[in-house]
């Protein structure tokens, strides 16, 4: 079991940056896979990033080359530094891992203004 705790979230401008934290609280191999998604307001939860354990990442088309996901794996915790945001990046931001039985993070808010 994990529990994951998302963090960094806030209001920023259009071509302003934000690194969002997940720790995870629980047994250290279940971050090892982790994902980030968002929801915007009236929309489905999308995929964002992903990172596997070994060290490989995946990045939605719409935020390749402006998002950057990273790891440590010493504090259970995974980043994602979101650089040149964009008002459509608004939403909440959830980090999920798909080991352990699944489990979601509760969110952190991410506005943008244009």
């Known amino acids: 079991q994990v529990q994951l705790v998302e963090s960094g979230g806030g209001s920023v401008q259009a071509g302003g940056s934000l690194r969002l934290s997940c720790a995870g609280f629980g047994h250290w191999y279940c971050t090892y896979d982790m994902r980030w998604y968002r929801q915007a307001p009236g929309k489905e939860r999308e995929f964002v990033s992903g990172?596997?354990?070994?060290?490989?990442?995946s990045y939605a088309d719409s935020v390749k080359g402006r998002f950057t996901i990273s790891q440590n794996n010493a504090k259970n915790t995974v980043y994602l530094q979101m650089n040149s945001l964009k008002p459509e990046d608004t939403g909440m931001y959830y980090c999920k891992t798909d080991l352990c039985g699944g489990h979601w993070g509760q969110g952190t808010q991410v506005t943008v203004s244009s």
């Open positions: 990172i596997d354990s070994d060290g490989s990442s």
